[in-house]
């Protein structure tokens, strides 16, 4: 194709949120709230892990990488997202969109693959209780950290390494919140239904079927409990009902945005709100007022400050 007669984009706009200015002052102030409060409640979290010696057990590590996951996904969009709720020019640089798909898609593939470790370490806890500690070692918890970001960092780099040669010559207005995959490559001046069909591969099945895995894990926790004791029922469910809060918070719209992501519809911007700003604050808040250990653990920490 030649682009010589064309304009080459050095920049997108972002539409975000089409709204009276009333409501996106409202807007403004809601998502500045939720955006403190995820990073105050993760890193309350990751503090009180790394500080409490009663919390130095698999579970709590794993939670704690999962707040720094969080907050560093929140991080990635939110904070620009807030931004350009009163900003009148609501535009993204090439290289920034392209550093937002990286980071984005790095910090989510890093956290699929260690909520499947966290389902993990539920499985063992709950039908191998005797043999926890041994098989949840510390060797193990590093590799399951180390696997998670090795994950992620290989899922961006295999989508975003096909992206940024792209060349960008004609419309360059994105409908959403933040830069996406999806979006993004549609805007190429090329012929892009190859990748288009590798991200489905990539991000959604990806999702989708991590997705599958967890729900079938917790099902077999839920049916071994079930086998040995009928009370043990009731205690396990109690457990893995926050993980699976979690997992379906966070695989929901995942599998929405990916697994159909050039079909465009009303709930677009929804989900990835949802994606990127509400379940990084659901994490912490689901975690520590279900978990009385946690509870203890913060209390404590705040009276000795």
């Given amino acids: 194709m030649d682009l010589s007669n064309g304009s080459v984009v050095t920049e997108f706009i972002l539409l975000g949120f089409s709204a009276p200015w009333e409501l996106q002052i409202v807007f403004f102030v809601t998502f500045c709230l939720i955006y403190g409060a995820t990073v105050l409640g993760n890193i309350l979290i990751m503090v009180t892990v790394a500080c409490s010696s009663s919390l130095h057990f698999p579970m709590y590590f794993l939670l704690g990488n999962l707040s720094v996951l969080d907050l560093c ?3 990635v969009t939110t904070p620009k997202m807030i931004r350009d709720l009163l900003a009148e020019h609501k535009t993204i640089s090439i290289w920034g969109c392209m550093a937002q798909m990286f980071f984005m898609h790095f910090f989510g593939g890093a956290e699929m693959t260690l909520l499947i470790a966290m389902a993990f370490d539920r ?3 709950i039908c191998k209780p005797l043999h926890y500690r041994t098989i949840m070692s510390h060797r193990v918890l590093g590799g399951f950290v180390v696997l998670s970001w090795t994950i992620g960092f290989i899922h961006t780099m295999s989508q975003v390494v096909l992206t940024v040669n792209l060349p960008f010559c004609g419309p360059h207005i994105i409908d959403n919140i933040f830069c996406d995959l999806p979006l993004v490559i549609k805007l190429a001046c090329v012929e892009t239904y190859t990748l288009e069909l590798f991200v489905i591969a990539d991000s959604g099945l990806l999702s989708l079927i991590c997705f599958l895995l967890l729900l079938v894990s917790y099902t077999v926790i839920l049916v071994t409990v079930q086998q040995r004791s009928s ?3 009731s205690k396990a469910l109690s457990t893995l009902s926050a993980h699976i809060t979690v ?9 929405f945005i ?3 992501p050039f079909s465009s519809f009303a709930g677009n911007k929804i989900l990835a709100v949802f994606y990127s700003v509400i379940t990084p604050l659901l994490n912490p808040i689901i975690y520590t007022l279900r978990n009385q250990k946690m509870q203890k653990a913060m209390r404590k920490l705040v009276s000795t400050c």
């Fill in 73 to 75: 996904l929140s991080t």
């Fill in 123 to 125: 499985y063992v806890a």
């Fill in 231 to 233: 009370g043990g029922l």
């Fill in 247 to 255: 997992v379906t918070l966070f695989f929901g719209p995942c599998i």
């Fill in 258 to 260: 990916y697994a159909w």
